[in-house]
């Protein structure tokens, strides 16, 4: 069987509360019995002092000789007090004061009645002690260091099953005993047990109702975070759990909600990656099949005679297999960064040198100026940096104009490479998505041989870097790629 949190709550709570009441009640009910005790001896012992104070002398003339001061004695007695006994031992006398009697005891005299504890009334036939002073006997027939020091415990009268105290005070060879009966003691003790008892259920009834209470104070805002849970499962990115407190389930909603934030951001990006996607599969179709159609329809001049047409259609299939190529290899290095496998290999770049080799290799004709200031060596990848280079060099020919500048700036902790050419510029609604793949303008589709991935493959080589690429206008398109100087391994 299954419980639910509210249950669960509820019943540690009860548990929590029962427990502690429980404890609270048995340790209050056991010290205020021990105390209740302590003060009822004290006062037994404070009364049987004082009765015995008074009869002892007559003890004593029996003891010198005089036996009916024995009577006397007994007339004392029994007039202070009930239940008691003059026990004797006769024991063997020794060395040790403190001597426990040897053989059984015998009772010299005893109470001529007995006490109605419940009622107050005298009764003319006492119980016989006998029994409860054979159990005790070990523990207050003992010698002491005369009648005032008293010994005193309890114990329950095997006879009348009644918890008796019994208190005894020695002088030499004799024993005065007395018995208090506790019953109405342990009726008193009994019922403050029974009040105890009945606070512990008060306040274990108040524990449930506070449980409940708590247990849906905890519970509410743990359903509003798994119904968001589920709406957040069924597709509703923007559902939220308010943040209500400080405490441990306010850090609950509040991780929702930055959860939520992250999944929605993550299934935004997914969509917009789908659509790029979308949208990279198109061109990709498209760019495929304008040098494929043209490499088909001049195949199919070849079966000409004429010497001209075939060279001509030669010619061309170079020019589009080249195309092809290329497109084919820009794909690839695209797909390495998309799958995060692109290595980076820095070693130590001389900037200009790179710089010279890529106009060289990219632009060879076209008047670029260079100009250099700073320390402009980098530990980076030459490989990639000239892929940077060549890619900017061949978009500033193709849709700027001449002159094209190249400005390197060394800096104490990045290098600058600034490509400007003296064109149009970037149109304004190109700047956002100018780095996107496949991005060109609508005349260039139709008459350049880019690929519209050079400017996005650049991005790339600069990112891994853990550099950036940037562009604005200013008489001409100005592409800022800054590098820092020592490249992440």
């Not at 001389?350 to 100009?371: H, K, M, R």
């Not at 956002?432 to 139709?446: E, K, N, S, T």
């Amino acid at each position: 069987m299954r419980f639910g949190l509210r249950a669960r709550v509820t019943a540690a709570v009860v548990l929590v509360t029962t427990t502690a009441t429980a404890v609270m009640a048995f340790s209050a009910a056991k010290i205020q019995e021990d105390d209740a005790l302590d003060r009822f001896t004290a006062a037994a012992k404070t009364s049987f002092g004082a009765m015995f104070g008074q009869a002892w002398p007559h003890l004593q003339q029996f003891m010198a000789g005089d036996p009916p001061a024995l009577d006397l004695f007994s007339q004392g007695m029994d007039t202070a007090a009930a239940d008691w006994m003059l026990v004797t031992s006769y024991p063997q006398l020794t060395n040790d004061d403190f001597k426990a009697p040897e053989g059984p005891p015998e009772i010299v005299r005893s109470s001529s009645f007995s006490l109605d504890w419940t009622t107050g009334a005298r009764n003319a036939n006492p119980p016989d002690r006998r029994a409860a002073l054979e159990s005790v006997k070990d523990v207050v027939l003992l010698r002491t260091s005369g009648p005032g020091n008293l010994l005193s415990t309890t114990t329950t009268d095997p006879v009348t099953g009644r918890k008796l105290l019994v208190v005894s005070a020695n002088f030499v060879a004799y024993w005065v005993v007395q018995f208090f009966d506790l019953t109405t003691f342990e009726q008193d003790l009994a019922a403050q047990r029974w009040k105890l008892a009945y606070l512990a259920l008060g306040v274990t009834v108040l524990g449930v109702a506070a449980a409940v209470f708590a247990a849906g104070r905890i519970r509410r805002p743990v359903l509003r975070v798994a119904s968001a849970a589920r709406d957040l499962g069924d597709g509703a990115f923007d559902v939220r759990v308010p943040v209500k407190g400080r405490d441990e389930l306010a850090d609950l909603a509040g991780a929702f909600n930055t959860m939520a934030d992250r999944v929605g951001a993550a299934i935004e990006e997914l969509r917009a990656k789908d659509r790029q996607q979308q949208r990279f599969v198109a061109d990709v179709a498209h760019d495929l099949r304008t040098p494929l159609a043209s490499m088909v329809a001049t195949v199919d001049t070849l079966d000409d005679a004429s010497p001209e047409i075939r060279t001509r259609a030669t010619e061309l299939l170079g020019t589009q297999a080249r195309r092809l190529a290329r497109l084919v290899e820009d794909l690839m290095e695209i797909s390495r960064f998309d799958a995060g496998s692109a290595d980076l290999r820095p070693e130590l770049v001389d900037l200009p040198a790179l710089v010279e080799d890529a106009i060289e290799v990219s632009v060879p004709g076209t008047p670029v100026q260079v100009t250099s200031t700073g320390d402009t060596t980098v530990s980076a990848d030459p490989r990639r940096v000239h892929t940077i280079v060549c890619n900017l060099l061949v978009n500033a020919e193709r849709y700027g104009r001449t002159p094209i500048t190249v400005s390197l700036d060394g800096l104490a902790d990045t290098v600058t490479i600034r490509v400007t050419d003296s064109g149009p510029g970037v149109p304004e609604e190109l700047r956002p998505i100018l780095f996107d793949r496949f991005v060109r303008g609508d005349h260039a589709r139709q008459a350049t041989e880019g690929s519209g991935l050079g400017l996005s493959i650049a991005r790339e080589n600069a990112l891994i870097h853990g550099g950036e690429i940037t562009v604005h206008n200013d008489r001409g398109a100005v592409f800022t790629v800054r590098l820092p100087r020592e490249s992440p391994a």
